[in-house]
């Protein structure tokens, strides 16, 4: 046999075995995320903060940009009726932007749950569970940010954002209908 031809089966069974594991990892069920409660909440001076959504917007994707610290940003928060997480998928060599809608709702703790709505992903049908795997494994996302493809949510765990001066942040209030965002800043008493 020519050595063409041997390497040619070899690069379509490559070519098979890469879509084959492609197709294997994005359709393989996902485990649920256990998320660890924080036990006490803190304590001390509380301002609280009434923001709009720009501001909102605005404040996410700055602190989503220091925990990537300076590395590019893989994901834009943009906020309108409903928060949208904004990104790119490369698969084979195409770039598939990524658009997911969420509602936001405050937890009791004062973290945010974003509940997936819908999902854009080019022209592609792909069902939710899926896309928010991909997300979970294929783009680093900061500690704080807690994918649960599963649950088909993204839960922000605000006590978990590095502040300076121990100072915590809580989520009161997030109405993006009538524009009223109500966080606390928690400033500790020492």
């Given at each position: ?30 485990e ?7 036990n006490t ?18 404040i ?25 997480l ?55 996302l ?30 009161k ?9 109500t ?8």
């Amino acid at each position: 046999m020519n050595k063409w031809k041997i390497a040619f089966f070899i690069l379509v069974i490559i070519i098979i075995g890469s879509i084959g594991t492609f197709v294997y990892w994005i359709t393989t069920p996902v485990e649920s995320v256990w998320i660890e409660e924080a036990n006490t909440p803190p304590e001390g001076n509380v301002l609280t903060v009434n923001a709009t959504k720009e501001d909102f917007q605005a404040i996410a994707n700055t602190y989503l940009e220091k925990a990537i610290g300076g590395k590019p940003l893989p994901l834009q928060i943009s906020v309108d009726d409903q928060i949208v997480l904004s990104s790119e998928f490369t698969a084979f060599s195409i770039n598939l932007p990524v658009k997911m809608f969420f509602e936001p709702y405050v937890e009791e703790n004062g973290n945010i749950r974003l509940e997936q709505s819908s999902v854009e992903i080019g022209q592609l049908q792909l069902d939710p569970e899926t896309i928010l795997k991909l997300l979970r494994d294929s783009v680093e996302l900061p500690n704080w940010m807690v994918v649960n493809p599963a649950e088909e949510e993204v839960l922000i765990q605000l006590s978990d954002i590095p502040m300076t001066s121990g100072v915590h942040v809580r989520a009161k209030e997030l109405n993006l209908a009538e524009d009223i965002i109500t966080l606390e800043i928690v400033i500790p008493t020492e």
